[in-house]
């Protein structure tokens, strides 16, 4: 099956600082990838979807200049946390969808996020 | 406005035990209804897609069914290893909308 890696799996930061989270789809292209994040024991939220070379199309509610998405590359997305605060710790969650009219999502392993 | 409820929050079984889980949605135009397993502290992992209602998909001891309106994940003699969230999703264009999944806890 398809393998999406993140990077890093866990990151302890201080507020007011920045955190970039890496999402690689390793055996494939993906020419979508989304980003999600998840609170304890709460289902998935999107966040935003990123398209190769394009800039992302945010959820409602999800601020733009706070969490910069990149997607530089049909294998590689970033997500940049920026001026951390504690509100912002959670589980953050990339997936990266091929090309074909109805796609599925591959999860990559997360990234907790917990910020001081 | 556009739902998707997945029903029980919870569920624990004795191992051997079948029983299924609900996943029911409000939208049309469906694309695509997904099921995941998320263990704690993982992403999901992919288990089915369903495109049109009368499909039914299997893997292992799992089976999905899907209607009109909802799908179901049945579980048939599950075994420890089994125990994880099960999270259901619809398709609409390319984006996911998931439910709040089921706790499923299989006691040995």
């Known amino acids: 099956g398809a393998v999406v890696s993140q990077h890093p799996s866990w990151v302890i930061c201080k507020s007011g600082t920045s955190v970039k989270i890496e999402c690689r789809s390793l055996?494939?292209?993906?020419?979508?990838m989304f980003w999600y994040r998840q609170f304890p024991k709460q289902s998935l939220m999107l966040m935003a979807t990123?398209?190769?070379?394009?800039?992302?199309?945010?959820e409602q509610g999800v601020e733009k200049d706070k969490f910069l998405i990149n997607h530089a590359s049909l294998t590689l997305s970033t997500l940049t946390v920026t001026s951390a605060h504690p509100e912002d710790s959670s589980f953050y969650i990339c997936?990266?969808?091929?090309?074909?009219?109805?796609?599925?999502?591959?999860f990559g392993p997360g990234t907790r996020l917990t910020v001081l | 406005e556009d739902q998707v409820t997945q029903s029980p929050e919870a569920l624990r079984l004795q191992e051997g035990e079948s029983s299924s889980l609900n996943c029911s949605y409000t939208?049309?135009?469906?694309?695509?209804l997904f099921w995941y397993r998320q263990d704690p502290g993982k992403g999901p992992e992919f288990l089915f897609t369903?495109?049109?209602a009368g499909e039914e998909k299997e893997k292992e001891r799992l089976k999905a069914t899907l209607t009109k309106k909802e799908s179901f994940l049945h579980i048939t003699a599950p075994k420890p290893e089994d125990s994880a969230t099960y999270l259901c999703?619809?398709?609409?264009?390319?984006?996911?909308?998931f439910g709040t999944g089921t706790r499923l806890t299989i006691i040995p």
């Open positions: 997936s990266a969808a091929g090309q074909g009219a109805i796609r599925e999502q591959f």
């Open positions: 055996d494939f292209q993906a020419t979508t």
């Open positions: 990123s398209n190769e070379g394009s800039k992302a199309t945010y």
């Open positions: 939208v049309s135009g469906l694309r695509g």
């Open positions: 369903l495109y049109s």
């Open positions: 999703a619809r398709g609409i264009r390319e984006k996911l909308t």
